[in-house]
């Protein structure tokens, strides 16, 4: 199927580190995404990795490729309550522009 | 520049009317994008239009959904005889292609159907 599954709900204290997680089918997908969502608005590409590579850094993000299991995950570090938001990972389908989406994570900070 | 944007922002309908959704691409983007968010479903794919090919339509619920994009720009999403299964918010995106397939979303069109 073209299911990108990821967990519904995460946790953490203010500071803390999150870790997203996210498992996608397409084992020839080229691109894979993490967007936020911020209450009310529309989704915004956070980041993305390319899949020839297995993992990518930007300031407080991380994101782990591992393709043999086909799992992604995102790792924000020092989490704040501004990071309160839902998170979709993305897979971009090889061939074509589709991109399919999983259902999202709602990620809670607590102060 | 300009952003995405889609009208009306929010649309209140009966059940049995017809509905027309609009998105604004970013100009110059190639590929437009229509998906469906429910709540607690995440984001459901629809349709997508690139260039001059055919549209893939392989995301429509039903045959009661309907789009076109008009002289490579705007697009209308159309649903008609609504049902109160298509309340949902519904986003539009646009993305410029090659690169990295960067999906810019509009603030989306909220459905309610009573």
């Known amino acids: 199927g073209e299911d990108v599954e990821q967990s519904l709900f995460l946790s953490v204290r203010e500071g803390d580190s999150s870790v997203i997680n996210c498992t996608y089918t397409d084992s020839s997908s080229t691109y894979l995404y993490w967007y936020k969502q911020e209450p009310g608005a529309g989704l915004q590409l956070l980041t993305y990795?390319?899949?020839?590579?297995d993992m990518k850094q930007d300031q407080r993000l991380t994101v782990l490729l591992n393709k043999k299991d086909k799992h992604l995950s995102l790792r924000i570090a020092d989490t704040q309550t501004g990071d309160s938001a839902i998170y979709f990972c993305a897979e971009k389908k090889t061939g074509g522009f589709k991109t399919i989406f999983g259902a999202g994570t709602r990620l809670f900070v607590k102060a | 520049g300009a952003g995405v944007s889609q009208s009306p922002s929010n649309k209140v309908t009966e059940k049995g009317k017809d509905v027309e959704l609009r998105c604004d691409p970013i100009s110059g983007h190639t590929a437009l994008y229509w998906y469906r968010q429910s709540l607690g479903q995440g984001l459901e794919f629809l349709i997508y239009f690139q260039g001059n090919s055919a549209p893939d339509k392989s995301g429509l619920p039903s045959d009661r959904f309907s789009a076109e994009r008009t002289g490579g720009s705007v697009s209308t999403l159309t649903i008609q005889r609504t049902q109160q299964e298509d309340s949902a918010v519904y986003l539009c995106?646009?993305?410029?292609?090659?690169?990295?397939?960067?999906?810019?979303f509009g603030p989306g069109t909220r459905l309610t159907v009573t």
């Open positions: 995106a646009s993305t410029s292609a090659p690169g990295t397939y960067e999906q810019y």
């Open positions: 990795i390319f899949s020839n590579m």
